[in-house]
């Protein structure tokens, strides 16, 4: 397969070839939400994702539950999301980072940088964490 997609024309103009191959990450998908100030960061949000196969497709995100952050996996999936902001130097604003929980433990599934979850959460981080990405963006 990775000689087919290598081989392949990925753009217009045939000047970018390859493929990035990633491991398959087998376990529960979740989503931390943070900001970070001067490279201090700060968990604002963590999300467990509900995805099951639906209508032929092998994952359909069913809902983003809020979560609370005391239990050593918590944990683990915070870090791993403050190591990965660190690897790629984002000191300043909101980052939406998802992590699988795989039996070998949290792997980065994906970083972006600049946003937080498309889920308007302000007023559950408000209620459940008395803090919001917001107000910890001023502090």
Known sequence: AFDVISGAQ???DDT???CV???FLAGREWAIDTVSCAGEHKAVALWRYEKRAVNGAPFVNMCD????AGGATEHALIDTAFRTLDALGWRWGPAHTEVKMT???PRLVEANVGRFNGVDFKLFADVCY???AY???AL
């Open 10 to 12: 990925v753009s217009i």
């Open 21 to 23: 191959v990633q491991e």
């Open 16 to 18: 970018v070839r390859g």
């Open 103 to 105: 039996a070998d433990g």
């Open 135 to 137: 107000e910890l963006c």
């Open 65 to 68: 539950e809020l979560m609370g």
């Open 130 to 132: 008395g803090a919001n």
